[in-house]
């Protein structure tokens, strides 16, 4: 594809209600020209580029046909929601995309009317436009509801109870399922190798042009009756049977990038479905853009880039990846223990895994968009004495958190979880932040609760976890690079519940849990030169606490701040209620609880967000100075 230098069709197009006003004829170069500006807009900001080049001429066809925003259209995820944001009044503020005060990488209830429903995570399209579609009836307000949900995303079986639930009630509903054979990674079991199947429909025509050639042979008065059998094995061949016995209507497999397929379908489900119906299209992830087109995969999310060339402008690391020491860490601890195995939801590279795939690919299982699955199968497999460790994000562990408690902690198995993206992530936003994990997993009677301060931390933690057979162990780490400490070849076994001191004083004490400790010894150094002796340590352990070392800080400071990476009720919280209860604080200790601001905080770089929840150098002074009734120096924090 030649990319278009002029956007003629696309100038004219200021809301859906223009496009409605194009010819069918001209929509073809429309879709060049949303594809060229969203390469350009990404180019420039990074982003997900593979997912929205894949549904241009999906995007336009619907916005064609419904009558946005009073028919209600709903993507899942919103990797792919770029072309509609061009198509609905954001497209000159393409170029702030996922940056601070920009547009949100994803659908948003607060930034469009054309945004129905916010995401962020997957499979839940389905489930919001049901929920809409019986608002719809029970309000007497007719209009259309049209779900567009991934083959990745329909792997989810959240994606399932709501298809079973819409067949169940029958409510008038569009669900399209965007088959690219590809979510972020390849994607993994039946359905998809089933969906796969389906787009090729070589049995079905097969079966056709028998019928053809039967019908010639035998007259036309038969021929009815084949019809309705080269019907029914249709229903079998392309997914019929599977979406009607639940209830759907089922339509395709049709071409996503055909205009003449899309729209008549489209147009048909709009006037004629009277109950859920489902269209199955197919479309080509990274369509138009040969770079994305040849790496599906690696240009599902990229950074900015050289249109030409496709070559992503990443700068040099000036240390490892966190991510990248994680997965070194299990390799080199899965060499010595052959009973260690990895399990991911759909997030192989993300977490490191596809390293650990590399070598190991017997002992790694990515269960595709299934986190509550992947950690009840964890736990399945630490019954029969396997060591799992189940690699998940932070904000994705939250969709597994049931499992967790019912199917890991109650029963005291032995699983691990590797918890990346911990704290804030940059440009993801709030649906990625990792805010809650240590929140919600120091509850859980039984669970050691850990979080690395720097790299060398992790892989001493990788080590513990491996040797640790006692209940459920979980460890944090960050998103982006360590802080360059040098790595041991392997990890050391830390002693549970103990933590370390890194640097002594007699004044304050500043309690870090996670990464946050070479913003302690900035902070310190910052108050020793103010003339208050600073003492630094680092808790790594959240439970069990280091009751020791707490009550050692206490008894020699006059100020105590904990300091962590994620919302109230964590760290800090318990190390209160230890104090609390040992009467420790009936001495007059001073004792203040850092943590992520009570508010869902936009996009930006890592950097400015922790500036602005007070968790750098400067807030911690602050806190330091206004526990001691010192006014601090001014720094813009939220909260």
Same mark, same amino acid.
């Given at each position: 594809?030649?990319?278009?230098?002029?956007?003629?069709?696309?100038?004219?197009?200021?809301?859906?209600?223009?496009?409605?006003?194009?010819?069918?004829?001209?929509?073809?170069?429309?879709?060049?020209?949303?594809?060229?500006?969203?390469?350009?807009?990404?180019?420039?900001?990074?982003?997900?580029?593979?997912?929205?080049?894949?549904?241009?001429?999906?995007?336009?066809?619907?916005?064609?046909?419904?009558?946005?925003?009073?028919?209600?259209?709903?993507?899942?995820?919103?990797?792919?929601?770029?072309?509609?944001?061009?198509?609905?009044?954001?497209?000159?503020?393409?170029?702030?995309?996922?940056?601070?005060?920009?547009?949100?990488?994803?659908?948003?209830?607060?930034?469009?009317?054309?945004?129905?429903?916010?995401?962020?995570?997957?499979?839940?399209?389905?489930?919001?436009?049901?929920?809409?579609?019986?608002?719809?009836?029970?309000?007497?307000?007719?209009?259309?509801?049209?779900?567009?949900?991934?083959?990745?995303?329909?792997?989810?079986?959240?994606?399932?109870?709501?298809?079973?639930?819409?067949?169940?009630?029958?409510?008038?509903?569009?669900?399209?399922?965007?088959?690219?054979?590809?979510?972020?990674?390849?994607?993994?079991?039946?359905?998809?190798?089933?969906?796969?199947?389906?787009?090729?429909?070589?049995?079905?025509?097969?079966?056709?042009?028998?019928?053809?050639?039967?019908?010639?042979?035998?007259?036309?008065?038969?021929?009815?009756?084949?019809?309705?059998?080269?019907?029914?094995?249709?229903?079998?061949?392309?997914?019929?049977?599977?979406?009607?016995?639940?209830?759907?209507?089922?339509?395709?497999?049709?071409?996503?990038?055909?205009?003449?397929?899309?729209?008549?379908?489209?147009?048909?489900?709009?006037?004629?479905?009277?109950?859920?119906?489902?269209?199955?299209?197919?479309?080509?992830?990274?369509?138009?853009?040969?770079?994305?087109?040849?790496?599906?995969?690696?240009?599902?999310?990229?950074?900015?880039?050289?249109?030409?060339?496709?070559?992503?402008?990443?700068?040099?690391?000036?240390?490892?990846?966190?991510?990248?020491?994680?997965?070194?860490?299990?390799?080199?601890?899965?060499?010595?223990?052959?009973?260690?195995?990895?399990?991911?939801?759909?997030?192989?590279?993300?977490?490191?895994?596809?390293?650990?795939?590399?070598?190991?690919?017997?002992?790694?299982?990515?269960?595709?968009?299934?986190?509550?699955?992947?950690?009840?199968?964890?736990?399945?497999?630490?019954?029969?004495?396997?060591?799992?460790?189940?690699?998940?994000?932070?904000?994705?562990?939250?969709?597994?958190?049931?499992?967790?408690?019912?199917?890991?902690?109650?029963?005291?198995?032995?699983?691990?979880?590797?918890?990346?993206?911990?704290?804030?992530?940059?440009?993801?936003?709030?649906?990625?932040?990792?805010?809650?994990?240590?929140?919600?997993?120091?509850?859980?009677?039984?669970?050691?609760?850990?979080?690395?301060?720097?790299?060398?931390?992790?892989?001493?933690?990788?080590?513990?976890?491996?040797?640790?057979?006692?209940?459920?162990?979980?460890?944090?780490?960050?998103?982006?690079?360590?802080?360059?400490?040098?790595?041991?070849?392997?990890?050391?076994?830390?002693?549970?519940?103990?933590?370390?001191?890194?640097?002594?004083?007699?004044?304050?004490? !500043?309690?870090?849990?996670?990464?946050?400790?070479?913003?302690?010894?900035?902070?310190?150094?910052? !108050?020793?030169?103010?003339?208050?002796?600073?003492?630094?340590?680092?808790?790594?352990?959240?439970?069990?606490?280091?009751?020791?070392?707490?009550?050692?800080?206490?008894?020699?400071?006059?100020?105590?701040?904990?300091?962590?990476?994620?919302?109230?009720?964590?760290?800090?919280?318990?190390?209160?209620?230890?104090?609390?209860?040992?009467?420790?604080?009936?001495?007059?200790?001073?004792?203040?609880?850092?943590?992520?601001?009570?508010?869902?905080?936009?996009?930006?770089?890592?950097?400015?967000?922790?500036?602005?929840?007070?968790?750098?150098?400067?807030?911690?002074?602050?806190?330091?100075?206004?526990?001691?009734?010192?006014?601090?120096?001014?720094?813009?924090?939220?909260?």
């Amino acid at each position: 594809m030649t990319l278009p230098s002029k956007t003629s069709i696309l100038d004219r197009i200021a809301a859906p209600s223009d496009l409605r006003d194009v010819p069918d004829r001209d929509l073809p170069q429309l879709a060049d020209e949303v594809r060229a500006e969203m390469i350009e807009a990404v180019s420039r900001t990074g982003g997900h580029l593979g997912a929205g080049l894949g549904v241009v001429e999906l995007t336009i066809a619907i916005h064609k046909v419904f009558n946005t925003p009073d028919d209600r259209l709903i993507f899942d995820v919103g990797h792919q929601c770029y072309p509609h944001k061009i198509l609905t009044g954001r497209r000159e503020r393409m170029t702030t995309l996922r940056q601070e005060n920009g547009l949100s990488g994803f659908t948003r209830r607060a930034e469009s009317e054309y945004d129905p429903f916010g995401a962020g995570h997957s499979s839940t399209s389905i489930s919001a436009g049901l929920g809409m579609a019986v608002a719809s009836e029970l309000s007497g307000t007719p209009r259309n509801i049209i779900s567009v949900i991934g083959d990745g995303a329909m792997s989810a079986g959240m994606a399932f109870e709501a298809l079973n639930n819409a067949g169940a009630i029958g409510a008038r509903q569009i669900v399209i399922l965007n088959d690219n054979d590809m979510s972020i990674a390849r994607p993994t079991g039946a359905l998809s190798a089933y969906l796969a199947r389906l787009a090729s429909g070589r049995t079905y025509l097969e079966v056709r042009d028998f019928s053809r050639r039967l019908t010639s042979y035998l007259g036309r008065s038969i021929d009815r009756a084949i019809s309705r059998a080269v019907g029914h094995v249709r229903g079998f061949v392309t997914g019929g049977t599977l979406f009607e016995e639940l209830g759907f209507y089922h339509i395709g497999p049709i071409d996503g990038h055909s205009f003449d397929h899309l729209l008549p379908v489209l147009r048909n489900a709009r006037d004629n479905a009277r109950g859920p119906v489902l269209i199955h299209v197919v479309t080509q992830k990274g369509k138009g853009y040969a770079p994305a087109e040849a790496a599906a995969d690696k240009c599902h999310a990229v950074s900015r880039f050289d249109v030409v060339t496709g070559h992503q402008a990443k700068a040099k690391p000036n240390a490892p990846s966190y991510t990248s020491v994680f997965a070194k860490g299990l390799i080199e601890e899965a060499r010595h223990d052959d009973k260690i195995v990895a399990v991911t939801a759909a997030m192989p590279a993300g977490t490191g895994l596809d390293k650990f795939e590399d070598i190991f690919p017997k002992r790694c299982f990515d269960v595709g968009i299934a986190e509550q699955h992947a950690v009840t199968f964890a736990a399945g497999l630490a019954t029969e004495g396997m060591k799992p460790f189940c690699a998940l994000y932070s904000t994705f562990l939250q969709r597994g958190y049931d499992q967790v408690v019912h199917d890991v902690a109650i029963q005291g198995l032995p699983v691990r979880f590797p918890i990346d993206r911990a704290g804030f992530v940059g440009a993801d936003g709030p649906t990625h932040a990792g805010s809650f994990d240590t929140t919600y997993l120091s509850t859980l009677p039984g669970f050691v609760v850990m979080a690395a301060a720097d790299e060398a931390e992790l892989m001493h933690m990788v080590r513990t976890a491996a040797a640790y057979d006692d209940g459920p162990i979980s460890f944090r780490y960050p998103r982006g690079e360590g802080v360059g400490i040098e790595l041991p070849a392997r990890g050391e076994i830390l002693e549970i519940g103990k933590g370390r001191i890194v640097a002594e004083g007699s004044k304050v004490a !500043l309690l870090s849990f996670g990464t946050r400790l070479a913003e302690c010894r900035e902070a310190a150094t910052v !108050l020793s030169a103010a003339g208050l002796s600073t003492t630094v340590a680092d808790a790594r352990f959240a439970k069990p606490l280091d009751h020791d070392l707490i009550r050692q800080l206490a008894a020699h400071h006059e100020v105590l701040v904990t300091i962590e990476e994620g919302s109230a009720g964590g760290f800090g919280a318990h190390v209160v209620q230890f104090l609390a209860n040992e009467g420790l604080l009936d001495s007059g200790l001073r004792v203040r609880q850092m943590v992520l601001p009570d508010v869902w905080m936009e996009q930006a770089k890592p950097e400015v967000m922790y500036k602005k929840a007070g968790l750098d150098r400067d807030g911690i002074v602050n806190t330091v100075f206004r526990a001691l009734g010192h006014s601090g120096i001014s720094t813009g924090t939220i909260g």
